[in-house]
Structure formats: C-alpha cells, structure tokens
C-alpha cells in the first residue's frame, strides 16, 4: 500500500478527483509518497505527471507572456511528465516541463473564441433557413420536427464518445477530434449538396427541368 500528502498555499486551486488522481488547476504543490503500491496522476491545464515511484515532488503551473507551462521538479523517486505529444522520464534531483499543447497562450484562447462563437451562429442559422425555406410549407412542421430530433439528440449519442476519447488519450484530444470531424461533416455535406445541384455531375444539367409558373408546370429544355 501507499500513503500521499500534499502541501499547497492559499492560491493553489487543487482537485482531488480520487485516491489516484488530482488535477493541479493553477499554483504549485508538493506531493509526497511512501510505501508501494497504487500509482498517483496529477492532471493540469499544460499535461500531466504520473509518479512510478514513490517520492517527494514539486509541481508548479508557470503562466508566462506565450505560454502556459507545467513544472515537475522531483525531489526523491521517479515520475513520468507526459502530454499529448509524448513523455519524459524524471528521476530524483531532474527537473521538467510540459507547455500547453497547440494553442497555449490566453492571448490565442481570447482571439479565437469570437471566430468559433460567430462560425457556429452562423452554422445554426444558416442550417434552420435552408432546411425551412427548402420545404415545402405542408412538410416544413415535420421536417423541422426531425431536424430539431437530430440537432440536440446528437448529445447523448456524442457525448460518451467525447468522454471515452477525452479519457483514454486526453482532454485535448475531445478538441481536436471534435474539429476534424466538423472539418470532414463539412465536406461531405457540400459534396452532398453541390450533387444535388448538378454541380458535380455535368449530364444533370443536361436533363430537361420541370419549372412551376402559376398552377401549371412547364417543360424546360
């Protein structure tokens, strides 16, 4: 078995999530292990710290000008420093750091948070215009009705995807993957949609048209 004590000051933000895991949300610790047994992880906002031997350690979030930073410093023992990217070993009197994945800097975080924020009103209400205005008024109530079932029933199916992706290879990764795969429901709804404009497909817009003036429809070639 394995016993740990922590030591923080006031302006640490620490929470203890189980007997083996912690996330160190902003300031600096100390963590202290003795005896053997269960392993401990500390998880921060930069990357994470897994101890594979018991030990005292030092753990510090390091906010700078470009960057947010994770600083391990290993007292006694051996532990494991790792993000997204990779990992490093730390031995007793090492020191090491882990930088804040892709976009580390708040800078990056405040320019960027306006473009996803307006990219997403627009998604939503250029989907409801286009679903609406494309039906006709007889079927727009139950097309709607199916459009809104798949919109925000989307959650319960995504969201233990998401959980699953976020805790087997780490929350960054619910980011990403999140962004690829709008990336990839873009493109398959345009290529849907430029095809069922006859824009891909050039022997469509050879075929003769129905155009609807008035009551009666009209053969166009």
Do not use: C
Not at 58 to 85: C, P, W, Y
Not at 154 to 159: C, K, N, Q, R
Request: no cysteine; hydrophobic share 45%; glycine share 12%.
């Amino acid at each position: 078995m394995s016993a740990e004590s922590f030591g923080f000051d006031s302006r640490t933000t620490l929470d203890i999530q189980s007997e083996e895991l912690a996330r160190l949300i902003d300031g600096r610790m100390r963590l202290a292990m003795v005896g053997r047994g269960l392993t401990y992880r500390i998880d921060s906002p930069a990357g994470s710290v897994r101890v594979a031997q018991p030990g005292e350690f030092k753990l510090s979030m390091l906010h700078g000008d470009n960057e947010t930073q994770l600083e391990l410093a290993v007292i006694r023992g051996t532990a494991e420093i790792f993000t997204d990217q990779g990992s490093t070993s730390v031995r007793a009197g090492e020191r090491a750091y882990a930088s804040a994945g892709l976009a580390p800097s708040y800078l990056t975080f405040a320019l960027w948070t306006p473009v996803l924020g307006l990219t997403a009103l627009t998604m939503i209400t250029a989907g409801n215009a286009t679903v609406q205005l494309g039906t006709t008024p007889m079927m727009r109530g139950r097309v709607m009705a199916l459009y809104m079932m798949i919109f925000m029933g989307g959650t319960p199916v995504g969201a233990p995807i998401v959980g699953w992706i976020g805790e087997t290879f780490g929350a960054r990764w619910t980011l990403i993957g999140g962004g690829l795969g709008t990336i990839v429901g873009v493109l398959l709804a345009a290529a849907v949609f430029s095809r069922s404009q006859g824009m891909l497909d050039p022997e469509v817009n050879d075929r003769p048209r129905l155009r609807k003036r008035g009551r009666a429809p009209e053969l166009v070639r």
